[in-house]
């Protein structure tokens, strides 16, 4: 599997658990994105960044919002460094 495809899997457990608040998925699969090879490829095909704010904005979880928000400030510089 390659890394587009897997990231697209992430993303659909993501919302998957997302919906059913399985926190303590939702916080493994969100460690996984913080540890992932990101590129701004991968952040453009997938749109993984749109579910990882949706689930930021959304959460009632303070540790999903964290981790969440993490990823995402993280994300943006890549793109801020590659972007210009």
Request: proline share 0%.
């Amino acid at each position: 599997m390659g890394l587009e495809e897997e990231l697209l899997k992430i993303g659909r457990r993501l919302e998957r658990r997302f919906s059913e608040g399985n926190t303590d998925h939702i916080l493994k699969l969100l460690k996984i994105l913080q540890n992932f090879e990101m590129t701004v490829h991968l952040l453009r095909s997938t749109k993984i960044g749109m579910i990882v704010n949706k689930i930021k904005k959304s959460t009632e979880e303070r540790e999903v919002g964290e981790l969440a928000k993490t990823i995402i400030k993280a994300w943006k510089r890549i793109l801020d460094i590659f972007v210009i």
